[in-house]
């Protein structure tokens, strides 16, 4: 009796709580498979995807949140353009090309360059290993030592976790896992500031946005 009264009061709770808007930029070097993975995660949550006229703009419902996820060029020549959606930002999904050791200096400097930005310090990031279907790929542990990650996280006061993920269709099972788990762990970090964050991108939004809510509401890096 007293599992069932628990199990009414939770799902009471859970009607109960207010559904969070939450703004994550997914961001990268050109070619590290943004916009697969943001596919991959559509495929998978076909039913909690919500329609948008936004170009370059996904919207999802995931558990309380409605999710924009905003995919930015990796192109040289519009990284520049990242930081103008910089306020808008909840937390960051940062996707990396575990085989192409050869611009993993570029990607360490590019990565420490977007955690240092004011608008950015602070908030988590969620790192995507991908393509770790290819023999060539650093592991996880690897690519922690090789971008400093550890390093730039404290420096910077941003919680930070690595997942290996893979949009390539022979892994689709084991890899959608890897990648929801990120997305899960993303959200339940920014849910535990969600109010210290939603000042800041009210704040820092060059057009602020409607109140993110009806009601009110360690280690710096994890490696799978």
Not at 154 to 179: D, G, V, W, Y
Request: glycine letters at 4%; aromatic letters at 4%; charged letters at 25%.
């Amino acid at each position: 009796m007293f599992q069932l009264l628990s199990h009414c009061w939770s799902r009471l709770q859970a009607r109960q709580e207010p559904i969070r808007k939450v703004t994550l930029l997914v961001v990268g070097l050109d070619n590290t498979g943004k916009t697969s993975l943001i596919t991959e995660i559509q495929r998978v949550l076909s039913c909690e995807v919500l329609p948008t006229t936004k170009p370059h703009q996904t919207e999802l419902r995931v558990d309380r949140f409605e999710v924009s996820l905003v995919d930015l060029s990796g192109g040289q020549r519009m990284r520049g353009t990242w930081r103008s959606h910089y306020g808008d930002a909840h937390g960051i999904i940062f996707v990396l090309d575990s085989s192409d050791v050869l611009r993993m200096e570029e990607a360490k400097r590019i990565l420490g360059r977007l955690l240092a930005h004011p608008r950015i310090s602070g908030k988590p990031l969620l790192l995507l290993a991908n393509k770790q279907d290819r023999p060539d790929a650093l592991l996880p542990s690897e690519l922690i030592e090789c971008l400093c990650l550890e390093k730039l996280a404290n420096e910077n006061k941003s919680l930070c976790r690595i997942e290996p993920s893979s949009a390539a269709k022979s892994l689709h099972k084991s890899q959608s896992r890897t990648i929801l788990q990120g997305l899960h762990w993303l959200l339940r970090t920014i849910a535990i500031n969600y109010s210290v964050l939603s000042a800041r991108v009210q704040q820092d939004s060059p057009d602020p946005p409607a109140p993110r809510e009806q009601q009110a509401p360690s280690k710096a890096v994890q490696a799978r």
